[in-house]
């Protein structure tokens, strides 16, 4: 069946894009509204602000990709699609960090789950951090109107084998589990969401609220790495960007200028605070890129007598949050439990087992099953917290160091999947940890992990969301935005992506960010009108 590709016909159409790869000489340009970044945060504000009458121009450094290009390959998907082609560590190296670097950004590569943000964290945010106008009813309206508009449903088919393992293993035990909804239309089940969907059912900004922004008149402009903002005293008087070669690799020399009347920032949590940093904005309370959270991301894995095929059907379709707040806010580390899709490059990535033993892992795919483990980082003193830096070429790094309460969190974690994984059947589990051996029981299990050494490069970690390092409060003193995302010494700049939260938030974060840039696009529109 052919798939008509929806995003090269809008190019057929004449949609304004450019590709800054091709430049053969400077350019300077000129909207409204310019925003760097179209994922989550950029593309639901273009949209809106597209509608609303203002010249809208979208600025991307990655490449364009539509479907036609996804094939479900992924040596093709992760050198282009992904930040660092998927090679984004922490400064140490111990923690994997996947993000997007496409037109669409994340949410072209991400597995689809689609959680509003818990009533705890909203409390959280506005009692500790000083967040005023996102509590729970007030963010309900933007959340359905993001939903109805991305198609957010809980997921109405059976799970897959590898996503059946942790609802029967809750089951078994008595804990909670849930399906997840997912941001999909006439979704083919077919399992490869993080190399990019071929038949544009997921409902990504590449295939929604970009496409919208364009045909609305606005302009996208990608391979166009902004590198600063030129400062005239407390406004923003333009963006300087770098055009990159067709690999988004290396500057081809050439520069592009973009003037405007407001600018926002939805590079997310990492590249947004770098611009800042870069350019030299005010920092008068040294905050940029403090306090940048994880969803420190922990594995287990587990062999089965029966076939899971665990690289095929919808990537995440049940989820438990059993151990997620049942201490309260702040008590111990609290953690949401899912399983990730397993294709071959990906599962050999996160097992990290060299030579003999990781193909023998390898060999038992077809049998496997993983959990993984999102632990809720940023709500007790003692939680690790990033800082976002800049190397001596200005490209940015977050260096994350565990604190003793991560690493009592990390250790919970390995027990309470090791022990679903077993009540669901499995014959062997063994922690995804380079000191782990497999285990045939809990008993045997709980010995293991009780003495694995969780220091760093042991415990193979990662993480697929970012937050904070700009965060929003109304107080100055501890806080880069307002709670609109305005920012607080610079007036014509506004910041719409996750570096915006205070903390991490407790689930995946995409309908997060696009609840809070609907409401703050929107009033953003109102006051430029």
Known sequence: MLIPDLFRQGLERGWQVQNASQLEEDLTLEADIAIVGSGAGGATSAEILSAAGFRVLLIEEGGLFTSSDFRMQENEAYPTLYQEGLGRLSKDGAITILQGRAVGGTTLVNWTSSFRTPDQTLAHWASEHGVVGHDSRSMAPWFERMEQRLGVE??????????????????????????????????????????G???????????????????????????????????????????????????????????????????????????????LMRSEAPDPHHLLGKRTFLHLTSFSWAQFDHLINPFYGAPQSIYSDHFQWRDGVTGPMGYKLEVPPMQPGFSATVLGEPGTPGAGLMEQLPNSNMLLALLRDGFHPDSASGTVTLRGDGSPVLDYQLTDYTREGLRRSYLSMAEIQFAAGAKLVKTVHRDATPARNMAQAREIIEQLPLERYRALLGSAHVMGGCSMGEDPQHAVTDSLGRHHQLENLSIHDGSLFPTSIGANPQLSIYGLTAKLASLLAERLA
Do not use: F
């Open 197 to 275: 969907c071929p038949t544009n059912a997921k409902q990504s900004m590449l295939v929604t609220c970009i496409p919208a922004m364009l045909d609305q008149g606005g302009s996208l402009l990608y391979l166009a790495r902004a590198d600063r903002l030129l400062l005239a005293g407390d406004r923003v008087a333009g963006i300087e960007c770098l055009a990159m070669d067709e690999r988004c690799v290396a500057p081809t020399g050439r520069r592009v200028r973009v003037r405007a009347r407001h600018y926002i920032l939805a590079g997310g949590a990492i590249n947004s605070p770098a611009l």
């Open 154 to 195: 809980r997921w109405a088919a059976e799970p897959n084998a590898n996503n059946d393992v942790l609802r029967r293993g809750c089951e078994e035990l008595g804990l909670h589990w849930a399906v997840i909804p997912r941001n999909v239309r006439g979704c083919w089940n077919l399992g490869y969401c993080g190399l």
